[in-house]
């Protein structure tokens, strides 16, 4: 099974820097990703870490540390439009498996992003 | 390209009733998942078929849920009978074959069991 935790929820100041944390517990482990959801509106997809270090993509980046089970999202220069919950994810598998596997889900961290 | 398409967007029901949820995934998607979300939660899987294949369903409730997907396209997920607990969002969600990432969304389906 699997276990992931994050924090329930932040708050932060426009145009600030914030970080999500994410720790997971996995038998198995073939990625992690970070979903973006704004209220009443489905997960899309911002990020995929799978090996350790840090991927960039404009305001955004995530690191991973598999030996820590961790894993973090950054939010640059945040913006009003940024408040919505972050989905921490980790897909089991062996790793770099290109398997269509489910992922499971950390119950997500709901950030308010205040002016 | 259009994304992934579900309906009803909203549904209202009495529990013991009856109830189903369609979807149609991004063209050209082999894998597609059903998905639970409960509120304040992440979503939890249900079902996951590869082309017309349920490969992974150990958490569907097979008891009063049930799913298909004919053809390999469309899927459509079935709940008889309703109880008050299954009040939820349902999400399906597609990928490519062979992609290593991510899956899309669709918008969802919001149940109300009264």
């Known amino acids: 099974g699997q276990n992931i935790d994050q924090p329930t929820e932040m708050t932060a100041t426009e145009g600030a820097i914030v970080q999500i944390n994410c720790t997971y517990q996995?038998?198995?482990?073939?990625?992690l990703f970070w979903y973006q959801q704004h209220a009443g509106e489905a997960p899309t997809f911002l990020s995929y870490n799978v090996l350790d270090g840090l991927e960039e993509k404009g305001r955004f980046s995530s690191f991973l540390s598999r030996s820590k089970g961790y894993s973090y999202l950054l939010l640059k220069e945040l913006q009003m439009k940024d408040s919505a919950s972050y989905l921490c994810a980790v897909r089991e598998g062996r790793l770099l498996d290109t398997g269509r596997r489910a992922l499971t889900f950390g119950s997500g961290t709901r950030l308010q992003v205040q002016p | 390209e259009a994304g992934v398409v579900q309906s009803p967007r909203y549904k209202i029901i009495e529990k013991k009733q009856p109830v189903a949820f369609w979807c149609n995934p991004i063209?050209?998607?082999?894998?597609l998942y059903w998905y639970r979300q409960n509120l304040g939660q992440g979503p939890e899987l249900l079902i996951r078929y590869e082309n017309e294949e349920a490969v992974d369903d150990s958490q569907l409730p097979k008891d009063r849920f049930s799913a298909e997907r004919l053809k390999g396209v469309d899927s459509t997920l079935k709940i008889q009978p309703a109880e008050l607990g299954d009040s939820a969002v349902y999400l399906c969600?597609?990928?490519?074959?062979?992609?290593?990432?991510?899956?899309?969304f669709g918008p969802g389906t919001r149940l109300t069991v009264t």
């Open positions: 969600a597609s990928s490519l074959a062979g992609t290593a990432y991510e899956q899309y």
């Open positions: 063209s050209g998607h082999n894998t």
């Open positions: 996995t038998s198995g482990f073939n990625g």
